[in-house]
T-cell receptor
Framework: QKEVEQNSGPLSVPEGAIASLNCTYS??????FFWYRQYSGKSPELIMS????GDKEDGRFTAQLNKASQYVSLLIRDSQPSDSATYLC?????????FGQGTTLQVKP | GAVVSQHPSRVICKSGTSVKIECRSL??????MFWYRQFPKQSLMLMAT?????????EQGVEKDKFLINHASLTLSTLTVTSAHPEDSSFYIC????????????FGNGTRLTVT
């Protein structure tokens, strides 16, 4: 069973802090990795995609990938209350995206 | 960017009836679309892969005769929940990708189905 694992949280951080979200995956053949944000009652929206080992930065977001450890993370700098949502990690091998259960982030003013 | 439109956004139906959900790629062609289901406080579970001009590929445990998928054109896939039961009440979300197989999926706004 190919799986993507995330800590469901909630992860609570104060406004302005760095939020660190983690994800592991079981399928070593996974080639593409994505972070989505989902607000309650809404569909997921893409935040970041990452395909090679190392860091990828986009604004306040940094995705990190370590294929040897089968580990993906997302850092959110200067967290804002509007960042409060569920963050879904997804991995893809054959084109199908397999999602983790999501981590709920709470950013407190 | 790629836009996926899903309709309806919310539907309430009686037990035993059928419901059709439409998914359209508005500004790109999608030979493949994906249908997901999400129960409250759970993650997205892939139900099936919709293939334009051919039969859908269903994930293990998903009944193909209950969840009928039709992908008649490069911009439209439909999911029909047949003989709906209360346990089918869920959030159904379609998705598609604009580029190659390793590019991200773009999601429709989802359909909240409630079966009474």
């Amino acid at each position: 069973q190919k799986e993507v694992e995330q800590n469901s949280g909630p992860l609570s951080v104060p406004e302005g802090a760095i939020a660190s979200l983690n994800c592991t995956y079981s399928d070593r053949g996974s080639q593409s990795f994505f972070w989505y944000r989902q607000y309650s009652g809404k569909s997921p929206e893409l935040i970041m995609s990452i395909y090679s080992n190392g860091d990828k930065e986009d604004g306040r977001f940094t995705a990190q990938l370590n294929k040897a450890s089968q580990y993906v993370s997302l850092l959110i700098r200067d967290s804002q209350p509007s960042d409060s949502a569920t963050y879904l990690c997804a991995a893809s091998n054959t084109g199908k995206l397999i999602f983790g259960q999501g981590t709920t982030l709470q950013v407190k003013p | 960017g790629a836009v996926v439109s899903q309709h309806p956004s919310r539907v309430i139906c009686k037990s035993g009836t059928s419901v059709k959900i439409e998914c359209r790629s508005l500004d790109f062609q999608a030979t493949t679309m994906f249908w997901y289901r999400q129960f409250p406080k759970q993650s997205l579970m892939l139900m099936a892969t919709s293939n334009e001009g051919s039969k859908a590929t269903y994930e293990q445990g998903v009944e193909k005769d209950k969840f009928l998928i039709n992908h008649a054109s490069l911009t439209l896939s439909t999911l029909t929940v047949t003989s709906a039961h209360p346990e089918d009440s869920s959030f159904y979300i379609c998705s598609a990708r604009e580029g190659q197989a390793n590019s991200p999926l773009h999601f429709g706004n989802g359909t909240r189905l409630t079966v009474t």
